[in-house]
């Protein structure tokens, strides 16, 4: 059975950085778009970011943009996500994900495999 299993998180303070990363147990890691979600306290679970198969291309959740970078390396099989400029509104629960589809990664739809979330807290 595929996983997607996130080591990391952890607490953080605000302004600090912080990597995650995303390993799956899968031979054909490079057939798969990858994207993070996250989840707050009483929130809806949201976009963060995406990545082509080969981490050529990516694209950002606006509240996102310009301090998070995701990345990816076929040959472990792992997508990263690096994290700075930490804000307390970046505090959640972060998900990695797998699809086949492109098109709608963004939307949560078409998710292949999901990972076991890891949280990330962000004090003021």
């Known amino acids: 059975q595929v996983q997607l299993v996130e080591p990391g998180g952890g607490l953080v303070q605000a302004g600090g950085s912080l990597r995650l990363s995303c390993e799956a147990s899968v031979r054909t890691f490079s057939h798969f778009f990858m994207a993070w979600f996250r989840q707050a306290p009483g929130s809806e679970r949201e976009f963060v970011a995406d990545i082509t198969l080969s981490g050529g291309g990516t694209y950002y959740a606006d509240s996102v943009k310009g301090r998070f970078t995701i990345s990816r390396d076929n040959t472990k099989n792992t997508v990263y996500l690096q994290m700075n400029s930490l804000k307390p509104e970046d505090t959640a629960v972060y998900y990695c994900?797998?699809?086949?589809?492109?098109?709608?990664?963004?939307?949560?739809?078409?998710?292949?495999?999901w990972g076991q979330g890891t949280q990330v807290t962000v004090s003021s």
């Open positions: 994900a797998a699809s086949l589809n492109q098109n709608v990664i963004r939307q949560g739809r078409a998710i292949i495999y």
